[in-house]
Nanobody, 124 residues
């Protein structure tokens, strides 16, 4: 089993920044890829970004490219999502997820473990 705990969400004004963290524990050696997703009320869960533990290959959604950056600290088993130039449409619950396969997935069904989510609210 793998446990994921997100932190760093909150309320921020448009144009501001937040950094989300996702601490992984348990059988983390079994995971290859970490991803961030978000889900706004009444909408489907949306891929934001993903990174491979080994080699650091990164994939970022076009909707956040240039504003959000995913990174990882292998020594701490932690993945980060730096969010800059936030917009009201970025408001959502942000989830961290872990994938047991080597290939990077961009669908929620591609991931095997999920955190509880952290709320990000961007006011206009």
């Amino acid at each position: 089993q793998v446990q994921l705990v997100e932190s760093g969400g909150g309320l921020v004004q448009a144009g501001g920044s937040l950094r989300l963290s996702c601490a992984a524990s348990g059988r983390t050696f079994s995971t290859y890829v970490m991803g961030w997703f978000r889900q706004a009320p009444g909408k489907e869960r949306q891929f934001v970004a993903a990174i491979r533990w080994s080699g650091g290959k990164i994939y970022t959604s076009d909707s956040v490219k240039g504003r959000f950056t995913i990174s990882r600290d292998n020594a701490k088993n932690t993945v980060y999502l730096q969010m800059n130039s936030l917009k009201p449409e970025d408001t959502a619950v942000y989830y961290c997820a872990a994938r047991l396969e080597y290939s990077v997935g961009q669908m929620a069904d591609d991931y095997d473990y999920w955190g509880q989510g952290t709320q990000v609210t961007v006011s206009s």
